[in-house]
């Protein structure tokens, strides 16, 4: 599969899970983020490593989108990140547990729309069908690694690991 096609799956899984997430009982909240959070950090670690990392290194000042995306996916990134650890403090079963989790929602929504509409075409036409699928390999590796159960870093390792076949 390739990268992108990879990384949409993982947004649907996200998405999916930050809906069931806005509908469950206040005392479910704990145990699907818990599965949710370790998530999202992969995901946004494994794009930036292996597809927008890459792409903007290639495309150099010919591209300034793909090349200025680098650092704005950076950002928005780090600004998740911060909501994230603000979550973490609160208690899931509080209502503002629940407010602090939809501003992360709306910005995720916000920015996996920008993906996948803005972004995404870009990167398709720059890499073609062929080096999607050489990156798909490390995101597919990542994926199944944290399937089974691995952390971040271990789930990392491997599409590392992956990618050292691939390229
Ligand atoms: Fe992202
Ligand atoms: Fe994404």
Same mark, same amino acid.
């Given at each position: 599969?390739?990268?992108?096609?990879? #990384?949409?799956?993982?947004?649907?899984?996200?998405?999916? &899970?930050?809906?069931?997430?806005?509908?469950?009982?206040?005392?479910?909240?704990?145990? #699907?983020? &818990? +599965?949710?959070?370790?998530?999202?950090?992969?995901?946004? +670690?494994?794009?930036?490593?292996?597809?927008?990392?890459?792409?903007?290194?290639?495309?150099?000042?010919?591209? *300034?989108?793909? +090349?200025?995306?680098?650092?704005?996916?950076? *950002?928005?990134? @780090?600004?998740?990140?911060?909501?994230?650890?603000?979550?973490?403090?609160?208690?899931?079963?509080?209502?503002?547990?629940?407010?602090?989790?939809?501003?992360?929602?709306?910005?995720?929504?916000?920015?996996?729309?920008?993906?996948?509409?803005?972004?995404?075409?870009?990167?398709?036409?720059?890499?073609?069908?062929? +080096?999607? @699928?050489? &990156?798909?390999?490390?995101?597919? &590796?990542? @994926?199944?690694?944290?399937?089974?159960?691995?952390?971040?870093?271990?789930?990392?390792?491997?599409?590392?690991?992956?990618?050292?076949?691939?390229?």
């Amino acid at each position: 599969m390739d990268a992108l096609e990879e #990384l949409r799956q993982m947004h649907v899984q996200a998405q999916t &899970a930050f809906r069931r997430i806005e509908g469950a009982m206040p005392d479910q909240r704990a145990g #699907l983020w &818990a +599965k949710l959070r370790p998530e999202l950090e992969l995901h946004e +670690k494994i794009e930036e490593q292996f597809v927008y990392d890459p792409v903007a290194r290639e495309v150099g000042p010919r591209d *300034q989108t793909l +090349k200025a995306w680098e650092g704005e996916h950076e *950002q928005q990134a @780090k600004e998740a990140d911060g909501i994230i650890a603000r979550i973490g403090e609160l208690d899931p079963k509080d209502g503002q547990w629940m407010t602090e989790f939809q501003t992360l929602v709306s910005m995720m929504d916000r920015h996996i729309a920008h993906e996948e509409q803005d972004i995404w075409p870009q990167i398709r036409r720059e890499w073609g069908e062929d +080096k999607l @699928k050489q &990156a798909g390999r490390p995101v597919g &590796a990542a @994926k199944s690694a944290a399937e089974g159960g691995a952390s971040v870093s271990e789930a990392f390792g491997r599409a590392m690991q992956a990618a050292k076949h691939a390229f």
